[in-house]
């Protein structure tokens, strides 16, 4: 490409809290009645004090953490002034010069490559209302006025889109691991806000310009907007144009955007300290405190996986990528700690959860919370499998079996009689009968002689599953060849 993209964010995340950042009501207003979780604080009335949330701003301490940030022994709250209709206050609770966070960091791999994006804060602030559109009115809706926000600033660290899609998912990954909100994008609970030129070659510094794409609310709608802006912007440079400072707003799911404010200079919100809250002093207390729910992050424990277990990288990325199902995982390791060789054990252990559970759990809507198969079922299955007690395929059924009943592998495969048969003399009564059935097939063995495995087929259909393939195919092969 000709042109260096440069781009980073602003994402809103709705931490989970009972209440608003700054008042009593019920912070879950999603799908209420218009205006039913409203109080004199959050409608911005006169008199009306704002108190703030201690566990919003826990929350917010905690993802700070987790996204390797400096925290600021005092913080404060500012106001954030201008005028819009949802914002009775005319202006918003923010944070202006001493964010809860600075100076922090995110870290994931492309292609086994470790990438680094540079958080520039994480910050407290509230919500607004809400505008609807109805012919020549407008609605406002408060209910979401005075909710929680965490904002994540970006440094421009952004070359391409791979490296977006890693970001979001994982940001949003590490927001439910630690249970600091569910980030349901559906539910406007995470938003991204774009910013987005391109570096001339040879140009020194960032651009001279920057677009901005506001309230992106879906991780693939936002890769389709870089992309296309991308496309947009380079047909101007191409031209000698520069693109202009604006900010524009989504037309459609797309990707396409239309311009809406062009911005000459930055905005000037006159920002002050807030006056009815005093600053805030995060003790070294109350932080170790916050740590303790500070756990193993997702690419921490892909790293572990690989070093530790030995894992398949990919295997290792999309075992960490769900809480559950690492922790699942880990709980299978745990009883498999006396087997000899773990690492074989643990690729296994990581395999059949990826595939064959993960396939039943989604057939019928189960989740790891209620999944009757125990660590030890699966430690159980694996070792049949590798002392030849059941086939690979029986395994199968008989994790579809425990699935279903609950009852444990050991007595799945004793009551169905589902051991291998590894008898000759069992066997030998299996070929004679593949024989006497596929005459034209023994006929054909001199001339083909790979038609001897259509022959253990026939000894594996027979046996239902049970006979040991291996010793069918050797005990063939030297009646034949
Ligand atoms: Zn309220």
Known sequence: MKYQPIIGFEVHLQPKTKSKMFCTCSAEYFGSQPNSHTCPTCLGLPGALPVPNKEGLEKCILLALALNCNINKTTKFDRKNYFYPDLPKGYQISQYDVPVGEKGFIEFDIDGDSRRIRITRVH???????????????????????????????????????????????????????????????????????????????????PDYKVEVKNIASISVLKKIIVKEIKRQSKMLDKGETPRQETRGLRNMDGDTVSQRVKEGSDDYRYFPEPDIPPIFISEEWLDDIK???????????????????LEPDSAENIARNKARASFFEACLKSASKVEDINEYAQEIANWILGELTRLKKKNDVLYKDLRVKPEDLLELISAIKTNKITGTIAKNVLEQTFKTGKSVETIIEDKDLEVVNDKEQIEEFIDKAIEDNPKVVKS?????????????????????????????????????
């Not at 020549?136 to 440094?155: Q, Y």
């Not at 539910?187 to 806000?193: A, L």
């Not at 729910?293 to 921490?300: C, G, K, S, T, V």
């Not at 001199?446 to 195919?473: T, W």
């Open 292 to 310: 303790k729910d500070l756990i193993e992050l997702p690419q921490e424990k892909k790293d572990r996986y690989i070093k530790e277990y030995d």
């Open 445 to 481: 063995l001199e001339k083909n002689p790979n038609a001897i495995q259509f022959l253990v087929g026939q000894v594996m259909r027979l046996s239902k599953g049970k006979a040991n393939p291996k010793l069918a195919e050797k005990m063939l092969k030297e009646k034949f060849l």
């Open 124 to 206: 407290m602030e509230e919500d607004t209302g809400k505008s609807m559109y109805e012919r020549k009115k407008t609605l406002l809706d408060f209910n979401k006025s005075g909710v929680p926000l965490i904002e994540i600033v970006t440094e421009p660290d952004f070359v391409d889109v791979k490296e977006v899609d890693k970001f979001a998912k994982r940001l949003r990954q590490i927001v439910r691991y630690l249970g600091i909100g569910d980030a349901d994008m559906e539910k406007g609970q995470m938003r991204y806000e774009l910013n987005i030129s391109l570096k001339r070659p040879g140009e020194k510094g960032l």
